[in-house]
């Protein structure tokens, strides 16, 4: 009896192969190969699959490192292949996934999705130049200190762009680089659990796409939030007077002048922070973060 495994057995899924096989041998093949693996890493599909089987006498289990196709009937006589090649004589048996799993089994899964704060999450703050990003991560990163909850990191523009992304320019292939850079350490320190606060000015819909993709892939929760101060109110703060010089010609490509935003449609919290103070606009993102589980305390 041969079972093509993609996830976790169940208890009932074990006692079927096992009855089919009635005495005789039963070889578990793991399908670890790209896109195979349903929700798991394929090591951790492989150290289920010996959990759920530990009791069984005549069973062996096998990786295999066959991958995802485009097409379903494809994948299908690839699978058939595979098995007949290994076990060219045994009956498939097909797991259904349904049941309950056995406890050891259950905290493979456990440790494998974490939940709740146990879980990594990136919270992406993206907005013209003087919108208020680096103002409302630091308020942020500042409340998470004081509650003591998690273990934080701060992305912030100006800070990537003078360490991880010195020497990038502003033209809009720089910019995807540089933005690429952040999602990818992001995603690196949620996959260990971290909680990471971005704030540069991201001004592509596309590259703010890959890294909520990136961050997800990695098993974290992803928040984008748009500080949607509009360009006239971040122009009259003009801390730095990079707007004046940008209007004068001075700095080319400058976001909001002569380089284009493009507001995200995909913006978890909105937030516009003309004439309102830091801990009002930071109340929607915290309320977002309480929502989905990030953060549960509250700062006394
Ligand atoms: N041409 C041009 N356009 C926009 N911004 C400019 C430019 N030149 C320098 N700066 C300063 O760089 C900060 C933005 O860097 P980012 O890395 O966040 O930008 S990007 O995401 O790569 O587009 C930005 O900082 P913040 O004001 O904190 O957003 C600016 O101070
Ligand atoms: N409610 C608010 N939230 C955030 N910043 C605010 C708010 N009200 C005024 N500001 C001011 O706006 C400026 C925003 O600057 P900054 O946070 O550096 O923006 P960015 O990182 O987007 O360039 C700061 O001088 C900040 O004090």
């Known amino acids: 009896m041969v079972v093509p495994v993609r996830s976790a057995l169940s208890e009932q899924d074990v006692e079927r192969a096992t009855t089919a096989a009635a005495g005789g041998q039963l070889l578990f093949v793991c399908l670890t190969g790209h896109g195979m693996p349903d929700g798991l890493s394929a090591p951790a599909l492989i150290r289920v699959t010996r959990a759920a089987t530990a009791d069984l006498r005549s069973a062996h289990v096998i990786a295999v490192p066959l991958a995802r196709h485009d097409g379903e009937a494809l994948d299908e006589s690839m699978l058939d292949q595979v098995l007949r090649s290994y076990a060219p004589e045994a009956e498939v048996v097909r797991p259904t996934g349904e049941g309950d799993y056995r406890e050891t089994v259950r905290a493979i899964l456990r440790a494998e999705n974490p939940q709740g704060t146990d879980r990594g999450a990136v919270v992406f703050f993206t907005g013209l130049s003087g919108s208020g990003k680096s103002t409302l991560a630091t308020a942020l990163l500042n ?139 930071l109340a929607p993102v915290l309320a977002e973060l309480h929502q989905r589980g990030v953060l549960t305390r509250s700062a006394d």
């Open 143 to 281: 409340h998470v200190a004081e509650t003591g909850e998690r273990k934080t990191t701060s992305l912030d523009g100006d800070v990537v762009r003078r360490n991880l992304s010195k020497g990038l320019t502003f033209s809009a292939e720089d910019r995807e680089t540089n933005i690429r850079r952040i999602g990818w350490v992001a995603a690196e320190i949620a996959r260990h659990g971290g909680l990471v606060v971005c704030s540069p000015i991201a001004p592509f819909d596309s590259t703010r796409r890959d890294v909520r993709r990136m961050a997800e892939d990695a098993g974290a929760t992803f928040v984008l939030v748009h500080v949607a101060t509009p360009l006239e109110e971040c122009e009259r703060r003009d801390r730095k007077g990079l707007y004046a010089r940008a209007r004068a010609g001075e700095i080319p490509e400058f976001t909001g002048i002569s380089s284009p935003y493009e507001e995200p449609a995909d913006a978890e919290v909105v937030v516009d922070t003309t004439g309102t103070d830091i801990a009002t606009a």
